[in-house]
């Protein structure tokens, strides 16, 4: 059994953490690429949403360096994601790359489900064998997401441009190769000294945005145009409160996050959880508003239901919160200079007001 | 105090007036809704049949990423402002248990408020959860709470659910009967007070733009898989079924497939679907795929996210069931009524040629 899963941001370190502690052969897909893209287009149904046909490609290629499954979580709706793999089993069963699909059921009530799944996956591996991978694998997680916390915060402040991303793309190496828990902590406070190393500008007072939406989008730069960067480089801070760290506690651990307080704040405008991130889109938008942000970005595929929603109320939001929201929904079809120009736009706008603002509070 | 034949009480000057928006859950559950309402003693005004005012009123108000039938029911909800005193438009979380329905009819009440407090306006919703996936989170429970918020006594809501639940279920028998669901629909959309007038008769739907005289069935059978408040909505269609009866086609709908029969049909599925309509689709479809029959017209609204991955798995399957011709009609509300007639006509001839094909192979 070779088993493959699809990319979404660095995911890929953890899982492969995961199963090279338990002793399961990984094939990691290749790194997302135009050709990805195109392999999923051509294979998916036209309307379903971008992640969908990403996984795809990912799934096709891996199948061509040699996997036979393909390992991913599932879920009980209502955002489509929860029925994935049954379209992308039947996808590719008819061609010449059929897989076996094994699915993670997120866990009902708590962790041990989990654990009880990893172990039907694994055979003959012994509990205290996979309560230390899940621990290695969740530990490198937490390390990736903090460097991408600091790497979202610092890009607007580099003096040459690319600094940050090439010192995050090294330690994130770096963490993938990590042994143990131990390694992986030194690993991290490392690379923030390397990244607080660099040329950067201290001064500056950039402005703040907070990127709010799906999780595909959030995590993975392709689903989203490489959105956090593209604000990066237009001096932008970047702010965002969805991590995958965050998503494993509460949807395989089922732990407590902020979560419940983010659900609260957005409990005014969207009465019940509507599926995918629809709830928390809102909820974040006003938490990260007060925390300071100056904007919200929000960003999800295109026919994203739950984001649909979401942006319907967003108006309300931005009205009653005096907070300007741009809404971007992305496919295949979406062009950099379209996109860019909006960003641009939108920067503009905020510089602007903040200059106004801050004209007032001098005067 | 005047009391009717039915045992209803007519004390208040005026009834309340209930306003049910014409669009989405409206198709499954009128029945129930209306019968429940007139029951309680309140006027239902329903708003009017799909038009391209409606359509523009909605389009305004809603953002541009929504499925047509989402804009075109904002539409209805804002057609009847300013008319009734009540809207009603209750959050359908799920209505079976263990299913979930479309986001959007999960958040269709917030949108609407938030729509209506951007622009200032009011908008008397009145709205319920309705969710399976609580002990007791029902219709029933659902109803009892719209009888709450309206006042009336706990007696008479339960003797106006009891009549609800029995039209209801009246209804759904009848369409499962093969009934088309416009026909069975049409004794409910009378103007006026149904109950008092004594129980309603099911009939063909007389609409001014539907003809009246409609050839036989001796065409081909086609089933058309698509939801009830896509297919039956004139506008979001563009009359669809009209157009196949007018050419003499025997249409068939999902609708007929009862839960049980549907859940036999995907059951060699690995993972059931999640969305309760979704599942009738998906099950319908295969279910019939299982019959003597010679087309199948799948119809999703652009940007439906069920459907995208629906339409996808019934299409595949039909490929592997051998020859079905199948058609997939995405539709949207900038439709152009000469492009989908031209689809029609080309997949109604490829039927045509493969039933003369046939024909000429049969050994005589």
């Not at chain 1, 200079?337 to 603002?357: H, K, P, S, W, Y």
């Amino acid at each position: 059994m070779k088993v493959t899963f699809p990319h979404m941001g660095r995911m890929d370190i953890v899982v492969k953490a995961l199963f090279a502690e338990l002793g399961v052969e990984v094939v990691v897909p290749p790194p997302i690429s135009r050709h990805t893209l195109s392999l999923g287009v051509a294979l998916a149904p036209e309307g379903a949403c971008l992640p969908l046909k990403i996984n795809l490609g990912n799934f096709w290629q891996a199948v061509e360096q040699g996997a036979d499954t393909v390992v991913m979580v599932g879920g009980v709706g209502p955002c489509r994601f929860g029925y994935y793999h049954q379209v992308q089993q039947e996808i590719l069963r008819d061609t010449a790359h059929a897989v076996q699909m094994i699915v993670l059921e997120p866990p009902e009530k708590h962790m041990g489900e989990l654990l009880q799944r990893i172990k039907v996956l694994t055979g003959q591996a012994s509990w205290w064998r996979i309560v230390k991978a899940v621990r290695l694998a969740y530990e490198k997680s937490v390390a990736l997401d903090r460097l991408e916390q600091e790497l979202l915060r610092l890009r607007c402040r580099e003096r040459r441009i690319g600094d940050v991303d090439r010192v995050y793309g090294r330690y994130c190496d770096l963490i993938d190769q990590a042994k143990n828990i131990a390694d992986v902590r030194r690993v991290l406070a490392e690379g923030l000294q390397a990244m607080h190393a660099l040329p950067l500008d201290w001064q500056k007072r950039p402005i703040v945005v907070g990127m709010v939406g799906e999780i595909y989008a959030l995590l993975e730069p392709n689903g989203s145009g490489d959105l956090a960067k593209k604000l990066g480089r237009l001096g932008v801070e970047v702010r965002r409160q969805l991590y995958l760290s965050r998503w494993i506690q509460e949807h395989l651990f089922k732990t407590r996050t902020e979560r419940r307080s983010i659900q609260a704040l957005a409990a005014p405008y969207i009465g019940c959880e509507i599926g995918g991130h629809g709830q928390e889109t809102v909820g974040s938008a006003i938490a990260l508003a007060e925390q300071g942000c100056m904007g919200v970005v929000q960003v999800g595929p295109l026919t994203c239901m739950p984001e649909i929603v979401a942006q319907s109320v967003m108006a309300q939001v931005s009205h009653d919160r005096d907070l300007p929201v741009l809404t971007l929904f992305v496919d295949e079809q979406t062009g950099e200079g379209g996109m860019e120009t909006r960003l641009e736009a939108f920067v503009d706008m905020l510089e602007r007001r903040n200059r106004i603002q801050q004209a007032g509070l001098n005067r | 105090m005047k009391i009717n034949w039915l045992g209803l009480a007519q004390s208040r000057p005026r009834p309340t007036v209930i306003g049910i928006p014409r669009g989405l859950a409206y198709y499954e559950y009128l029945p129930l809704w209306r019968a429940f309402f007139e029951a309680m003693g309140c006027q239902v005004l329903l708003s009017p049949v799909s038009n391209p005012a409606v359509l523009a009123q909605g389009k305004l108000r809603v953002v541009d990423e929504a499925c047509s039938p989402v804009k075109i029911f904002f539409g209805h909800v804002y057609s009847l402002q300013g008319k009734v005193d009540h809207i009603f438009v209750p959050r359908l979380i799920s209505v079976q248990e263990g299913t979930y329905l479309c986001p959007k009819f999960l958040g269709l009440p917030d949108m609407l408020r938030s729509v209506a407090a951007l622009g200032d306006e009011q908008l008397p919703l009145l709205t319920v959860d309705v969710n399976c996936r609580q002990a007791g989170g029902g219709w029933s429970d659902a109803l009892r709470t719209v009888g709450k918020q309206l006042g009336v006594a706990a007696s008479r809501v339960r003797y106006a659910l009891q009549t609800a639940l029995a039209m209801q279920a009246k209804y759904e028998s009848q369409i499962q009967s093969g009934m088309l669901l416009p026909e069975a629909l049409a004794p409910w959309e009378k103007a006026g007070t149904l109950l008092l007038q004594g129980p309603p008769v099911p009939g063909k739907p007389v609409r001014k733009n539907q003809p009246i005289n409609l050839p036989g069935e001796e065409g081909p059978t086609v089933v058309v898989v698509g939801h009830p408040y896509v297919l039956f909505d004139p506008l979001i269609s563009m009359g669809l079924i009209t157009k196949l009866r007018k050419r003499a086609v025997a249409v068939r709908t999902v609708m007929t497939v009862d839960g049980e029969e549907a859940g036999r049909a995907t059951e060699h599925l690995p993972k059931r679907l999640f969305w309760s309509f979704g599942q009738q689709l998906l099950g319908g479809a295969l279910h019939w795929m299982g019959k003597p029959l010679e087309g199948m017209i799948f119809v999703a609204p652009f940007g439906c996210g069920p459907d995208s991955l629906i339409g996808d798995l019934v299409e595949r399957f039909a490929r592997r069931e051998g020859n079905l011709p199948f058609l997939l009609l995405t539709v949207d509300e900038h439709g152009g009524d000469a492009g989908m007639e031209t689809r029609l006509d080309a997949f109604l001839d490829v039927i045509e040629q493969k039933r003369q094909v046939r024909s000429a192979t049969v050994p005589v």
